[in-house]
């Protein structure tokens, strides 16, 4: 049962351009959601939260938007730079204890 | 400052062979989480640990076992492998036992064969 889904196992985004990333859920218990960027031989790197109370949160180049009722949320960069280039995460939390439930991530590939 | 720091990097076993892994986590961080991730899918959790006592257990056999020090490393153990323990292990720590944002080590690559 997978509680949290990225649908696009990959995607491809000029430099420059808006990266949008997307994740839905299916547990109306999770309360906090988080994304994470994971480059090859390395942990997965803090990126970005939101509190369900939230809709919206922004951090430079990074905005996350949370969609209670559809259960959805996105991640857009802007504007996307190669360093960008890596595996995302979407993970949720609300269950108790820190246990963080991830999504499969989506690969992002910038190109110059 | 260090981030989080697993040992070994990596490492071969066989089947029914049993393996511990180690975490160290950010010098004054009392929370350890453990997560594995399988080739192709996000971390699934498997523990956590604050101030030497768990809090939380995910869906995993008795097989995995885990501990916390009095300095806050953290050891993973997993007995009887089999060749689905293969993964990356990864440990996260966070300076509160209640906080989501976790900070994660590089991993210990585990191959059971």
């Known amino acids: 049962d997978q509680q949290v889904k990225q649908n696009s196992p990959s995607l491809s985004v000029q430099e420059g351009r808006i990266s949008i990333l997307n994740c839905d859920y299916t547990?109306?218990?999770?309360?906090?959601f988080l994304w994470y960027k994971k480059y090859p031989a390395e942990g997965p790197t803090f990126l970005i939260s939101i509190s369900s109370i939230k809709d919206k949160n922004e951090d430079g180049r990074f905005t996350v938007f949370l969609n209670k009722s559809a259960k959805h949320l996105s991640l857009h960069i802007v504007p996307s730079q190669p360093g960008d280039s890596a595996v995302y995460f979407c993970?949720?939390?609300?269950?108790?204890?820190?246990?963080?439930?991830f999504g499969q991530g989506t690969r992002l590939t910038i190109n110059p | 400052d260090a981030g989080v720091t697993q040992s070994p990097t990596h490492l071969i076993k066989t089947r029914g062979q049993h393996v511990t892994l180690r975490c160290s986590p950010i010098?004054?961080?009392?929370?350890v989480s453990w997560y594995q991730q399988v080739l192709g899918q996000g971390p699934q959790f498997i523990f956590q640990?604050?101030?030497?006592?768990?809090?939380g257990r995910g869906n995993f056999p008795d097989r995995f076992s885990a501990r916390q020090f009095p300095n806050y490393s953290s050891e993973l153990n997993v007995n009887a492998l089999l060749l689905g323990d293969s993964a990356l292990y990864l440990c996260?720590?966070?300076?509160?036992?209640?906080?989501?944002?976790?900070?994660f080590g590089p991993g210990t690559r585990l191959t059971v064969t």
């Open positions: 547990n109306s218990m999770f309360d906090y």
């Open positions: 640990y604050y101030e030497k006592e768990e809090r």
């Open positions: 010098s004054g961080h009392k929370s």
């Open positions: 993970a949720a939390g609300g269950q108790g204890a820190q246990k963080l439930v």
């Open positions: 996260a720590s966070s300076n509160r036992a209640d906080s989501y944002e976790q900070y």
